[in-house]
């Protein structure tokens, strides 16, 4: 068989993707992700579902109580109480944090859009969760908890998932302790790279030292700059490879700006 009839197949249905992708680009642009945020929720629903219903590994690390908190969370928090507050924003089901550290009571309290859907799939799978997740949304968290309270706010592979990853990171920086510090650890541009398929809406990523976050129809905001006089941010490798990154925002004791 001729390569060009094995090669055809492949090119159109690359074509089609591409062309899904860029409607999906245009629908973001002109309605904005705020609008399309619900409708693309079932993905998200049913990746949990499908991850805790197979994935033995990650449910049984979820469900223990005993699991180690992240060594690399621990450094970011100056000078530990006898009790810590982690806010664990997007945490899914159940929070990916460890719950154990020497010397120290961890106190984690993980919120998530899709809470009560969860709680579903965790009822359904016969699960009882070590922290249960909190109805609340990462934009409005003046709302769901205390301000200026946690010591360490923590988004994992999240945030370029919600409605406004700009306004989401705004209020974790309002909510960690004046010296505490958020810990963001995503993929780069997770929306180019899946053509905003699902609830790929966003992109959030490093360039030459600085921190961005953009969309289709929106021009990248450099977040070092909003936050200059508010706190300090530094950009790391991430944790999943070259494709990620983590980004380390350290709230100023004495802030001289504002959002």
């Not at 928090?77 to 944090?97: K, Q």
């Not at 934009?139 to 990853?165: Q, T, W």
């Not at 360039?207 to 700059?225: E, K, L, S, T, W």
């Not at 200059?228 to 490798?237: C, E, L, M, N």
Request: aromatic fraction near 8%; glycine fraction near 8%.
């Amino acid at each position: 068989m001729p390569l060009s009839k094995v090669l055809k197949p492949l090119w159109s249905r690359i074509a089609s993707a591409s062309r899904e992708g860029e409607k999906r680009a245009r629908e973001i642009e002109e309605i904005g992700p705020a609008q399309r945020w619900q409708e693309v929720q079932q993905d998200e629903i049913e990746y949990w579902e499908k991850l805790l219903g197979s994935d033995q590994a990650q449910r049984a690390a979820r469900t223990n109580p005993d699991r180690p908190f992240q060594p690399y969370l621990m450094k970011l928090i100056e000078n530990p109480g006898a009790r810590v507050e982690i806010l664990d924003v997007g945490a899914g089901p159940m929070t990916f944090l460890g719950h154990k550290w020497p010397g120290c009571e961890v106190h984690i309290t993980a919120i998530d859009p899709n809470a009560a859907e969860y709680d579903r799939i965790l009822a359904k799978l016969a699960i009882t969760p070590p922290c249960r997740t909190k109805v609340g949304y990462v934009e409005d968290l003046g709302n769901v908890v205390s301000m200026s309270y946690f010591d360490l706010v923590h988004a994992r592979n999240c945030i370029d998932h919600s409605k406004d990853p700009v306004k989401a990171i705004d209020e974790m920086v309002r909510a960690v302790k004046p010296g505490g510090c958020v810990f963001l650890n995503h993929y780069i541009s997770e929306g180019r790279r899946n053509e905003y398929g699902g609830p790929h809406q966003w992109n959030l990523f490093p360039r030459a030292g600085r921190f961005y976050v953009d969309r289709p129809g929106m021009n990248p905001v450099d977040i070092c700059q909003r936050l200059s006089g508010i706190a300090d941010v530094s950009i790391g490798s991430g944790l999943h490879g070259p494709e990620s990154f983590i980004v380390t925002i350290r709230r100023h004791r004495a802030a001289h700006g504002e959002f």
